[in-house]
């Protein structure tokens, strides 16, 4: 996946300068991090979402790299002094899909069918739903989750859709799951490049690629994730939309069982994009109290 969203942002940045089409003008650079290493345990479990991008960002600093293509949802919600987030690519579709060979839907799955996700987040909304599934921790790449999904490891899975639309594989989604049913994770569906602070060379050749409104939208959910100070030990959901340019936001905090929930909304304008989201997250905790892991 990693390499198929870098070559992705390869191709769209040598189509935006052919000048850089030389030999060698771009390359892309293999870095193995601790998050695609351990495959048998949950992320919070081992240290949270950024071991997905420690390797990559000392990479960074080390002039090993210029650029760093992430999937914004694996990006911590606070960089290293130095480095930042420079573009943001028009965001994918955020939802999530649901996969199975015993039902056509997450509503026709068999009680206490086996279901699997290692996603504190995705688990908390599926119980909140059908308190009687099994949910089995799951991880590894997407071939990989396939193939236990054929083997009959589990009944089914929840996958980002964008997913595998990049891999072309969305025709295994049994089910679209909408936003109501499974509100995406932050920063879902949108790829960020993390750039060394000040580097105005790099910042003007990724301006063609560069969304502004998936930018305040991504902007809003992770304001609003800083808000909460939210980890990968807590199950939280949220997700930014433009209506012309008005922004509409949702957040969600659940207890990672799905016994309970406080969902929240809030509209604005597109340039308040970071306001609202502290405040939505601001809301939220206050509306939590001390009874969902956020102390």
Same mark, same amino acid.
């Not at 995705?122 to 790449?141: F, Y």
């Not at 790099?202 to 808000?227: F, I, Y």
């Not at 969902?263 to 809301?283: I, K, S, V, Y």
């Given at each position: ?8 942002? %390869? ?68 960089? @290293? ?48 739903? %059908? ?13 990989? %989750?396939?193939?236990?999904?054929? &083997?009959? !490891? ?39 490049? !993390? ?12 301006? @063609? ?41 949702? &957040? ?38 001390? &009874?969902?892991?956020?102390?």
């Amino acid at each position: 996946m990693a390499l198929r969203q870098t070559a992705l942002v %390869r191709d769209r940045l040598l189509a935006a300068h052919p000048d850089l089409t030389a030999a060698g003008a771009v390359e892309i650079v293999t870095i193995r991090t601790t998050g695609d290493r351990v495959q048998d345990r949950r992320l919070a479990e081992i240290g949270g979402k950024g071991l997905f991008t420690k390797e990559i960002e000392e990479a960074l600093f080390a002039g090993r790299i210029d650029l760093a293509v992430h999937s914004l949802k694996d990006v911590e919600t606070w960089l @290293p002094d130095g480095l930042e987030i420079a573009c943001v690519l028009a965001r994918d579709d955020p939802r999530d899909a649901f996969l199975s060979t015993q039902a056509p839907s997450l509503a026709a799955l068999p009680k206490d069918a086996k279901i699997g996700t290692a996603s504190l987040r995705r688990q908390a909304q599926l119980l909140r739903r %059908r308190p009687d599934l099994v949910v089995v921790p799951i991880r590894g790449n997407v071939n990989t %989750r396939l193939k236990k999904l054929d &083997g009959g !490891e589990v009944d089914a899975m929840v996958l980002a859709l964008c997913g595998l639309e990049r891999l072309c594989l969305a025709e295994h989604a049994t089910e679209i799951l909408s936003r109501d049913v499974m509100l995406p994770a932050v920063g879902q569906g949108a790829l960020a490049i !993390e750039c060394r602070a000040g580097d105005d060379g790099l910042r003007r050749l990724l301006e @063609p690629l560069h969304d502004p409104g998936s930018a305040a939208c991504v902007k809003a959910e992770r304001a609003m994730l800083a808000a909460l100070d939210g980890s990968c030990r807590t199950p939280i959901a949220g997700l930014a939309e433009l209506d012309g340019d008005r922004l509409v936001l949702e &957040g969600l905090l659940l207890t990672p069982e799905g016994s309970a929930e406080i969902r929240a909304r809030c509209t604005g304008g597109a340039g308040d994009a970071e306001r609202l989201g502290t405040e939505l997250g601001g809301e939220l905790r206050r509306r939590a109290g001390s &009874g969902f892991g956020l102390d």
